[in-house]
């Protein structure tokens, strides 16, 4: 599809063009293998000698056309899909780290993938420093290791809705040549495209926003192409010297900068992890793509009505959603979404944990749950839930305090969810 179409055009028509004749709606390959005429045939994919199909854990028809979609939304030059968020960030992450390696990670992630980083990973030999992604530029460089191999952050984290200045990240990434990994999730590539800022690896929990309707977990990683391999050969062994289970093959030599990253990814982490998409899960994935610029405005325009007028109510002590002015990252939201953040806010009931737990179970319009970027509003109280795991201090870190609710502002009427809100704090 033409580079210059608007993020609109690319939502609705990207990654699938039918031929004369074709299906309009993109075909879903229920297969999991593919005939060939010849074993030769066959072989040559073997040795990625030529591209197609020939077992659906490593690709798939059409999983391929979704992840194209989300490719030229980003602006990126290759892209797979995976079959959660999850596991998105680990292969992003283990594509180019392995045992001995190390990872500058702001402390502002997602709790599945603080544990994933500081329990699992680490357990694989892999060391995750944390900052503090306000930190000082010497805080930072005081975070790099000789063994560093990538930057990982998120534009927007959930649920700290902490805003990543995604320039000084890849600033201070490429300093020590090294990528800069950022985990849009939240934003979407409707409202930031953090290739456009110098990231280089872009995950995605498409469980959210991207499908939408809360119907099919999924993930998404696509490459920008712009990070140079071969430049920094040394850090980065299994792109830039021969992978024995290919024959030989050096993937930033075969397949340049734009290829190498996700075709290692795909050869080798689905070849032997298999935490592939279903071809129906891409289906929906790519119904709810079709719409997300729509719906994406709407959830922000109802977050923003929403945490303004939880800003002026007597019984909320704090909001925090990255529109209202008074946000500590207002202005980095500004640079890096002029069009809207995301339909997450954040805000504290007076009373603390005891108040924020009546308080949701007084809504009748939003409903507890473990997910968020719903058309349906929903909200959730992460330091008895999802981040559980974590001490008080690490909540603190993550920017989650234990008063913290989440709420998740779908696609209903404005009018009608605050005056839910109105109701349950009153009877409070
Ligand atoms: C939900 C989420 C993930 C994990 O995605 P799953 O699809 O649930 O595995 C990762 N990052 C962010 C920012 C998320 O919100």
Same mark, same amino acid.
Request: with cysteine; net charge negative.
């Given at each position: 599809m033409n580079k210059s179409y608007q993020i609109e055009t690319k939502c609705v028509q990207g990654g699938y063009r039918p031929g004369n004749g074709e299906p309009r709606q993109i075909p879903i390959v229920q297969s999991t293998t593919f005939r060939y005429e010849t074993s030769t045939d066959m072989g040559k994919l073997f040795d990625l000698e030529a591209s197609g199909y020939f077992y659906s854990r490593l690709q798939n028809p059409t999983c391929?056309?979704?992840?194209? +979609?989300?490719? !030229?939304?980003?602006?990126?030059?290759?892209? #797979?899909?995976?079959?959660?968020?999850?596991?998105?960030?680990?292969y992003a992450v283990f594509n180019i780290a392995s045992a001995g390696d190390h990872i500058v990670s702001s402390a502002a992630i997602y709790g599945g993938t603080y544990n994933l980083f500081a329990v699992? #990973? +680490?357990? #694989? @030999?892999?060391?995750? &420093?944390?900052?503090?992604?306000?930190?000082?530029?010497?805080?930072? *460089?005081? %975070?790099?290791?000789?063994?560093? +191999?990538?930057?990982?952050?998120? &534009?927007?984290?959930?649920?700290?809705?902490?805003?990543?200045?995604?320039?000084?990240?890849?600033?201070?990434?490429?300093?020590?040549g090294v990528p800069l990994i950022v985990d849009n999730t939240f934003a979407t590539p409707v409202n930031c495209r953090p290739f456009e800022w110098g990231a280089d690896i872009v995950t995605h929990s498409t469980t959210k926003y991207m499908d939408g309707h809360g119907a099919a977990v999924g993930g998404c990683i696509v490459d920008s192409g712009s990070f140079d391999w071969m430049a920094h050969a040394d850090k980065f062994p299994g792109l830039t010297t021969p992978d024995d289970s290919y024959h030989g093959v050096v993937y930033a030599e075969r397949f340049g900068n734009a290829g190498a990253f996700i075709t290692k990814a795909t050869a080798q982490l #689905?070849?032997?992890?298999?935490?592939?998409?279903?071809?129906?899960?891409?289906?929906?994935?790519?119904?709810?793509?079709?719409?997300?610029?729509?719906?994406? *405005?709407?959830?922000?325009?109802? %977050?923003?009505?929403?945490?303004?007028?939880?800003?002026?109510? !007597?019984?909320?002590?704090?909001?925090?959603?990255?529109?209202?002015?008074?946000?500590?990252?207002?202005?980095?939201?500004? +640079?890096?979404?002029?069009?809207?953040?995301? @339909?997450?806010?954040?805000?504290?009931?007076?009373?603390?944990?005891?108040?924020? !737990?009546?308080?949701? @179970?007084?809504?009748?319009?939003?409903?507890?749950?473990?997910?968020?970027?719903?058309?349906?509003? $929903? $909200?959730?109280?992460?330091?008895?839930?999802?981040h559980r795991q974590m001490s008080d201090a690490e909540l603190a870190a993550a920017g989650v305090p234990s008063d913290l609710v989440r709420l998740s502002c779908g696609l209903e009427s404005s009018v009608d969810l605050i005056a839910d809100i109105e109701q349950a704090l009153a009877r409070l």
């Open positions: 391929d056309t979704v992840a194209a +979609k989300i490719c !030229e939304m980003e602006g990126g030059t290759a892209a #797979m899909l995976t079959s959660s968020g999850q596991a998105a960030s680990f699992t #990973m +680490k357990r #694989m @030999g892999i060391e995750f &420093t944390f900052v503090n992604p306000d930190c000082t530029d010497e805080e930072l *460089e005081a %975070a790099f290791r000789p063994n560093t +191999k990538a930057v990982f952050g998120e &534009t927007i984290a959930n649920p700290s809705l902490v805003v990543l200045d995604i320039e000084r990240f890849a600033r201070a990434a490429h300093a020590h #689905m070849r032997d992890f298999g935490s592939v998409q279903s071809p129906q899960s891409a289906f929906m994935l790519n119904l709810g793509l079709e719409s997300l610029h729509v719906r994406m *405005e709407r959830h922000c325009a109802n %977050a923003a009505a929403i945490a303004r007028y939880l800003e002026s109510h !007597e019984k909320i002590a704090w909001v925090n959603h990255p529109s209202l002015s008074s946000c500590k990252y207002h202005a980095l939201a500004e +640079k890096y979404m002029p069009r809207g953040t995301c @339909g997450v806010i954040s805000f504290g009931v007076k009373g603390g944990r005891a108040a924020a !737990e009546a308080f949701m @179970g007084n809504l009748t319009i939003a409903a507890i749950e473990t997910h968020v970027a719903d058309a349906r509003s $929903c $909200c959730l109280h992460p330091a008895s839930t999802t």
